[in-house]
């Protein structure tokens, strides 16, 4: 097996071994889909079908580099969640991707800012609010004014700017912004 993307996060994509890419690739971008499209057909009209992403598979974000192969498999997977939502028969279905953040686990390790008792409620919330919305949504964990958040944007409502780290948070976004959102909030232990 080979060694997590994270084993040296400096390498480029053009250093890595076939297998390697293949394997990262088989289980971040193809397998879930794969999973999708061998059980959407037995989730109800309204279910909810979601995938674990990650904010590193944001293209318009991806300022600091480093992790290619992670972020490559996880910008595939976003844009496979895409085209299943543009998918005739997908319109009408609640769809979510959501990117948890940085958590503490073997992968994000012990400096990650986010523990899994923090992280969890919010992605069951959201998940929980999104079944009655069509459509795909992208939410992703932040954090504002002292709680953690899941900022779900949605589909009509125009992408807010990226605002840096975690340690300065973020001004208020405008109303028109704020009107096209689901904020979920769990307060910080």
Request: charged residues 15%.
């Amino acid at each position: 097996m080979p060694e997590p993307p994270t084993a040296d996060p400096s390498q480029t994509i053009g250093e890595i071994s076939t297998d390697e890419f293949m394997q990262i690739m088989l289980t971040n971008a193809l397998s879930p889909m794969r999973v999708i499209e061998q059980f959407a057909a037995q989730v109800t009209a309204g279910g909810l079908i979601g995938v674990m992403s990650s904010g590193q598979g944001s293209i318009a974000n991806n300022e600091s580099g480093q992790r290619e192969l992670y972020r490559g498999s996880k910008a595939a997977l976003n844009m496979f969640m895409r085209s299943l939502a543009a998918r005739p028969t997908m319109k009408a279905r609640p769809l979510v991707t959501m990117a948890p953040g940085w958590i503490k686990t073997a992968l994000g390790g012990p400096d990650a800012p986010y523990t899994i008792e923090e992280t969890i409620p919010l992605l069951v919330n959201v998940l929980l609010e999104k079944q009655q919305r069509p459509g795909l949504e992208i939410s992703r964990l932040s954090r504002q004014y002292g709680s953690l958040v899941m900022i779900t944007p949605r589909a009509t409502a125009p992408q807010p700017p990226t605002f840096g780290n975690r340690q300065h948070p973020a001004p208020a976004p405008p109303a028109r912004w704020q009107a096209g959102r689901a904020v979920l909030r769990c307060p910080r232990r």
